[in-house]
């Protein structure tokens, strides 16, 4: 019997007659999307991740996974796969079936038993056993069970989003008071946070919350979106004055913690609120002297639980989250949030520039375009554009910026990160010159957007907006690294120097966000300055690890001790960073360096020519590492790692009734035989046998046109007559110009080509009925692929 076979006849009713609901067991329960496989411009879904069964316990407790298996295998075949599943979705008893007993793997002690058919255990046994693991309390049982908000037409947490927030309950049941949760960039940590907060409130046990982030739009975003169901019982903190009468209270933490000694969270009592929740708490909550950490130890009472909720951790000598929060009760990262596909991959254009790769030096007493006598140095790409601008290069990257988009869609969302305000205006002027034609219809379509430009700032929400295109291509130096959720952002360009990994994950995080209904299942990357050389860095998606830096005394500082060095504390909303300080506002060259330097701080050429001599384009690969071989080798690897040499493929192309069923397989191996027509014109007149044949095995290969001429000249559609002769005449002919599986489905004699001849049923009795047609069609597709 076929797996089906098995579930419906023994597995299913097992289940019930342990007196669980069909409304309690999902099926066929796809808690992943499929990665994105991106090659060339081309995207498919690789294979979601799916259990046969998901049990659950009051509808929202995933608490049981039974994999099922036809009984040609063994009854604990579908374990291994049932645990890798039950670890992730954190559900603690895995099954697995045959149709003629139950294996149970009980992850609560690590033991395994058999069980008859007859013996699968109830809900209550199951709960019971788990509740006795534990040792919940009836008040904790019952603050689990606390069901999520929803409403019909509402989305449900994604597996992730459901772990996160059960861990986190499960972790403030047990009265943890400070948790962090790290989940990447577009994961829906907002969400996760209101169905956090909200099943705490309904169960009574947090009734005054404090949501804190660091930006108007933020906050904005999350009181019309996520927490708009608290709507009647929530305010916004605005003027630093603070209206008691709510429940969930929405502010940003530095007009709440106040400059020059004012502290308006003060006209609160340290025990009024029960729970705070810090958006994006890798910013300076996590320094002891920073405002945040002023206003959590305000309110930090026996009763008061602080959640800390970060994509990016921070963890140096000088800053830990890890320290205040503890370690993460759970962790979501990029790269799984890609393997999962809810996250968008990438592709990367590293684009290499004569001078930044060779260096540029001045001749001797050569002088900027000021007039300023140049340093005689070497400027190197740390330079350019701090200390060096030279107008060649700011001319050739908006160039390729250019280039990219008129080749790909000249209204995808762009971000161009800039080293500062100074080099972002330029940059913006740079683009303007070489888009004008766009620029001329509306000048919004190129803006630059930074911290000291008001005009810029009024226009973010527009960038953001799915439905606007316009702004749509903005330059920046600081203030897009984070917070903006820009979903549509298809390109982000990166001119400018990274060293902080911390940075470059919030940069890399504007693009994550999948779109697909507005054709966004994917991003690219334009890099000018070897900044995806992190990608290879283990912390960029790894582990947060404390760290403590040692003195040189070798005792290990007091992690109660004031902090020496605050840091780079985010300056208020509406600045940001400048990386000159003697030019907060940027420069232009036509400044001194300092009394009696006599020098300039920034030069500036503009008769230094500059060119791209290189450039690699790298995928982001299953194993999240980015590769570079090419299509072709690509394709060859990923086809042989499925069929071992050319007889297992021929063997199974030959037994397969419809070949889309292999070639839809080879795709969720990533394998994308359209891009390569789209890449290589020579390979556009093979169909998908051939090309398979012809670069994973090194056959020759023969064209459709071919192999349909082929069939025509052996005389095998020759022993039909009229109707039924004509009909293969034109269903080789379709071959020919579309490929095999275009034979495979009846839907096809539904085409205008076959109306001559009638119904499809009127065709099919000319092969003396359906059996005869899919015989005809069968022998022609076999007679298509002899050698």
């Known amino acids: 019997m076929t797996e089906e076979d098995i579930k419906n006849r023994y597995i299913t009713p097992a289940i019930q007659n342990a007196g669980w609901s069909i409304e309690q067991m999902l099926f066929e329960h796809s808690f992943t999307d499929g990665r994105v496989i991106v090659r060339g411009n081309i ?9 046969d069964y998901l049990l659950m ?6 608490i049981a996974i039974v994999e099922a298996k036809d009984n040609k295998q063994g009854v604990g075949a579908g374990m291994q796969q049932g645990i890798s599943y039950a670890e992730l979705l954190d559900v603690p008893f895995v099954y697995s079936s045959n149709g003629d007993a139950f294996v149970e793997h009980d992850r609560t002690t690590g033991k395994e038993r058999a069980l008859q058919l007859d013996e699968f255990p109830t809900e209550d046994e199951l709960w019971t056993r788990y509740v006795n693991w534990k040792e919940l309390s009836d008040k904790q049982e019952k603050l689990i069970e606390e069901p999520y908000y929803f409403q019909l037409g509402d989305k449900t947490p994604r597996y992730y989003q459901r772990v996160a927030i059960n861990r986190t309950l499960d972790a403030v049941s047990q009265g943890q008071n400070r948790i962090m949760l790290v989940m990447a960039t577009g994961t829906g940590k907002t969400y996760t946070a209101f169905q956090i907060i909200y099943r705490l409130w309904k169960a009574g046990l947090k009734k005054r919350i404090l949501f804190l982030a660091d930006r108007n739009i933020l906050v904005d975003q999350t009181m019309t979106n996520d927490f708009k169901p608290f709507e009647k019982v929530m305010t916004k903190i605005e003027n630093r004055k603070l209206d008691s009468s709510y429940e969930v209270f929405l502010g940003l933490y530095h007009q709440l913690a106040g400059e020059d000694g004012e502290e308006p969270f003060r006209q609160f009592k340290p025990d009024f609120f029960d729970l705070i929740v810090i958006d994006e708490a890798h910013r300076g909550s996590a320094k002891e002297e920073s405002r945040w950490r002023r206003i959590l130890e305000y309110f930090d009472g026996p009763n008061t639980t602080h959640i800390g909720l970060t994509a990016t951790p921070k963890e140096t ?10 370690e993460p009760v759970y ?4 790269k799984q949030g890609i393997d999962d596909g809810f996250l968008a991959p990438y592709k990367v254009v590293r684009v290499g520039i004569d001078r930044d790769l060779e260096g540029y030096r001045p001749e001797k007493g050569k002088t900027d375009i000021y007039g300023n006598e140049i340093e005689d140095r070497d400027y190197n790409r740390k330079d350019f554009d701090k200390k060096m601008i030279i107008d060649g290069r700011t001319e050739i990257v908006a160039k390729r910026i250019t280039e990219f988009l008129k080749k790909t869609d000249r209204f995808a969302k762009t971000i161009v990160f800039c080293t500062n305000i100074d080099h972002a205006e330029r940059m913006r002027s740079a683009l303007v010159n070489l888009n004008s034609d766009l620029y001329q219809e509306n000048s919004k379509y190129i803006m630059r957007i930074t911290g000291d430009n008001e005009e810029g700032k009024a226009q973010l929400d527009n960038f953001i ?17 984070t917070g903006v959720d820009a979903k549509t952002c298809k ?6 120097n990274i060293e902080s990994m911390t940075e470059f994950k919030q940069i890399i995080g504007r693009g994550t966000r999948l779109d697909p209904e507005y054709g966004k299942e994917y991003f690219t990357i334009l890099d000018f300055r070897n900044v995806s050389r992190l990608f290879a860095d283990p912390e960029f998606d790894g582990d947060p690890v404390q760290i403590i830096e040692v003195p040189s005394g070798g005792e290990i500082p007091n992690p109660n001790d004031p902090e020496p060095n605050p840091g780079d504390e985010l300056s208020p909303e509406g600045t940001e960073g400048n990386d000159n300080p003697d030019f907060p506002g940027g420069n232009d060259g036509r400044f001194g360096g300092g009394e009696g330097s006599g020098r300039a701080s920034v030069y500036r050429v503009n008769d230094v020519t500059v060119q791209i001599v290189s450039e690699r384009v790298q995928y982001y690969d299953k194993d999240g590492k980015l590769i570079t071989e090419n299509l072709i080798d690509y394709t060859k690897n990923n086809i042989r790692n499925e069929y071992a040499d050319l007889a297992t493929f021929l063997r199974s192309w030959k037994s397969a009734d419809k070949k889309v069923a292999i070639l839809e397989e080879l795709v969720e191996q990533g394998v994308l035989l359209d891009a390569l027509r789209d890449q290589y014109d020579h390979l556009k007149e093979l169909d998908d046998f051939d090309l398979i044949c012809h670069l994973a ?9 071919e192999r349909a001429n082929n069939v025509k000249k052996r005389g095998y559609i020759y022993q039909y007559k009229d109707v039924a002769r004509e009909v293969l005449e034109i269903l080789l002919d379709k071959y020919a110009d579309e490929g095999i599986n275009e034979l495979d489905s009846t839907e096809i004699l539904e085409l205008q080509e076959f109306r001559k001849f009638g119904s499809p049923l009127k065709i ?5 009925g359906k059996k005869g047609y899919n015989k005809a069609v069968k022998n022609l597709k076999e007679e298509i692929y002899i050698s």
């Open 697 to 705: 095995f090194d056959q020759p290969a023969l064209t459709k046109s």
């Open 465 to 481: 907006d799915r439905a606007l295109p316009y702004p749509t291509i903005v330059t920046t130096s600081k203030l897009l690294t």
């Open 491 to 496: 390109l982000i360009v990166l001119d400018t």
């Open 764 to 768: 099919v009795k000319a092969f003396g």
């Open 317 to 326: 000598k000088d800053t830990s989250n890890i320290l205040y929060f503890g």
């Open 331 to 334: 962790t979501y990262s990029l």
């Open 43 to 51: 995207t498919t879904r690789g294979r979601r991740k799916r259990a």
């Open 57 to 62: 316990h009051k509808k929202h407790l995933p």
